[in-house]
């Protein structure tokens, strides 16, 4: 007889991979998955770099690492992540297998059964899973345009005074999937209502370098940079969105005592990520190609944003509210109360469109009131034919009732 | 103020990362680290690969994959596994980043804190730190020539019936560090103790394709081969050792209830293991060059073994004893008594060549009386020169006493 561990008994199945599924049938304009469209991807950029690496790094890239990382990587990184403001001499800066991968360790590093973590409602559905798989407690405080609600994270935290959580964790930049950009202000509020608490910040940067105007450069500043000196943070970050998934090369940068911890628990998840792609990706830094192409895929992904926008716009019916984001990948849109997302989804499927709706991203996994639209891996022709499909069975549900 | 999670608190530091970095001196003779030599990777061959990739599989390859791996690779492997007897058709087949991460999400699925799992005495340092990390008690049983010592096994389950262990770990080929290979004997001498306590087996089998001689190449099938119908077999594997470590590649082969909540596991993990170096090695493996490089490799890590063996019977006094590997990487030997290893591995740093204490072996964390030797990764000439350091110093402290 098989018997499981508790841990594994209480994950339920994600969508994720059904989702994904659809996402690469041919026929299909998805919306779904949060990721760069493949036609986008610095091909040509990796093919000069492979081929001009010398025989003995070659031979490294196929070697064991050291379990925080690649050395010339994590230099080239440091000075990339300097660029942000980011304090990495004060700190100690780690590769992870992915980002979802660093927030999977600093979930086995604080988590134990039971513990209390605040997030945001709604939150990206791989924290969920990671810190769900260690048995936590998941309260999903309600974001608001310009962030998470102080007032509310506040009532929650003052209500809960004799079980404080074991940390928040924040994306301010872009949100996965709400979109949402934090204000100066609103970051600025949470640094007494953090440290009242004594409440440690892990600050998901997945998303920073995407922004679209000049005003949203302005305002991704990570916590990190801002607040060193008066909040404990563990800052998240990732290749994915800059270079590609397929490296699954993200990082955290966090103080030393945490870092021990965390290369510990590295040591007994993989021994160290890929040499192979952290020697490319080391390449990709250290030559500057990363900055060309970010700022040739924030164009990319703000023109495919405004496809997007004008076509809701033009399609979706005026009951459907949302907000313009001003980087990253996603729009998140919300329901008026009568329509079921769920039956809107299998419609659209049927059509030839497909997009997640809401409670993906409920730490509760039930509130269904809003969908995320992704417009990152999708060409500017096919977006506004997808959004017409969608706003159109939109349409048809609201008349019903 | 800083409060870590329990899992953490019992983690220790592990010795591997100091002696890999000793191990990479340049000065150093070293037979401390389980990898390849960097001059045998196949640099050539991965050339050619990567540079016939078609433009959309190399952008597959910059995306994110299905959590259970690349798909054509899945196809390829169960090829190069079904050669091996296993039974890929009745179980479900996953990629995971380097096999230690199978062994670590083997670990999540079934180990709760404190759970008691067997493993051989000594056992893979990967996998003790894997288990440990989910706060498993481990429990060695001795290994002798022929495998695990089934007398102490079935005295051990014989004491313990109230507690019983939720799996054994064992590696049935070429054991790290023992060098081991199970007789097939042995193997069936497993089976009823197994079933009359209804003992789940995790089968490491990371080293099976690297036999010196055919009467080893015949003992390596291994037991999820043989004895698929008797018992409930959890299998795992390596791309490390026959493409290369920093591919970060290893697999499962599990039954289908097991693999459902592997893949919840994998999700949460890291998503998806690098499609990067998936669609490399499904290339490797699908046109056959695999077979060519691991033949050429068995050939010189015998001729290393070799060298190996024949400078340890000329320079290492009669009372170390040892057994002569059929295959894999590892030598391990037997002190006598009154030899300090720790005092020994210091001089022979000082002058010039580095191995591994047996404790970092032993689940225990106790036992100094082994220490192991390394003759993968390090040229013949070298070889005879270190043992002749090691070697010396072994007979100055045996004079000592």
């Not at 940067?205 to 305002?219: I, P, V």
Request: charge should be neutral; include cysteine.
């Amino acid at each position: 007889m098989i018997k499981f561990s508790k841990a594994v008994s209480s994950l339920r199945t994600s969508e994720i991979r059904d989702l994904m599924s659809l996402a690469t049938r041919p026929d299909i304009i998805s919306f779904a998955g949060g990721m760069p469209g493949n036609e986008l991807f610095p091909v040509e950029e990796i093919n000069r770099i492979y081929n001009s690496l010398p025989l003995d790094i070659k031979q490294t890239a196929f070697q064991y690492g050291p379990t925080p990382g690649y050395p010339p990587l994590l230099e080239a990184l440091k000075e990339h992540l300097r660029k942000k403001g980011l304090p990495v001499d004060k700190n100690f800066l780690m590769i992870t297998t992915g980002s979802l991968q660093a927030i999977n360790i600093l979930g086995k590093v604080f988590v134990d059964p039971g513990d209390l973590v605040v997030t945001e409602n709604p939150c990206f559905i791989g924290a969920i899973s990671a810190l769900k798989s260690y048995q936590a407690e998941l309260k999903g405080i309600d974001l608001n345009q310009d962030g998470i609600d102080v007032e509310k994270l506040k009532n929650f935290l003052q209500k809960n005074k004799s079980i404080p959580p074991k940390f928040i964790y924040l994306t301010l930049n872009f949100h996965n999937p709400a979109g949402t950009l934090y204000t100066q202000e609103r970051k600025k509020e949470l640094v007494p209502i953090l440290q009242e608490n004594d409440l440690l910040l892990i600050e998901d940067d997945a998303y920073g370098d995407l922004y679209f105007d000049e005003e949203a450069e302005k305002r991704v500043v990570p916590m990190k940079a801002l607040y060193e000196n008066e909040l404990t943070i563990c800052y998240t970050g990732s290749f994915s969105k800059i270079l590609g998934p397929g490296f699954r090369l993200g990082w955290m940068l966090v103080p030393e005592e945490i870092y021990k911890k965390a290369e510990l628990v590295k040591q007994s998840v993989d021994a160290c990520s890929p040499n192979f792609t952290q020697v490319l990706a080391c390449e990709f830094v250290q030559s500057g190609q990363i900055y060309d192409y970010i700022s040739r895929m924030r164009k990319i992904y703000k023109r495919r944003k405004d496809s997007m926008a004008d076509a809701i716009r033009k399609y979706f019916p005026e009951e459907i509210t949302w907000n313009e984001p001003r980087g990253g990948f996603y729009i998140w849109l919300k329901l008026p109360p009568q329509i079921d997302i769920i039956s809107v989804l299998k419609k659209t499927i049927e059509q030839g469109a497909v997009f997640v709706v809401g409670k993906t991203f409920d730490p509760a996994g039930l509130d269904n009131s809003h969908f995320r639209l992704s417009y990152s891996h999708t060409a500017e022709d096919k977006i506004e034919r997808g959004i017409q499909i969608i706003g159109d069975v939109l349409k048809e549900e609201l008349k019903k009732k």
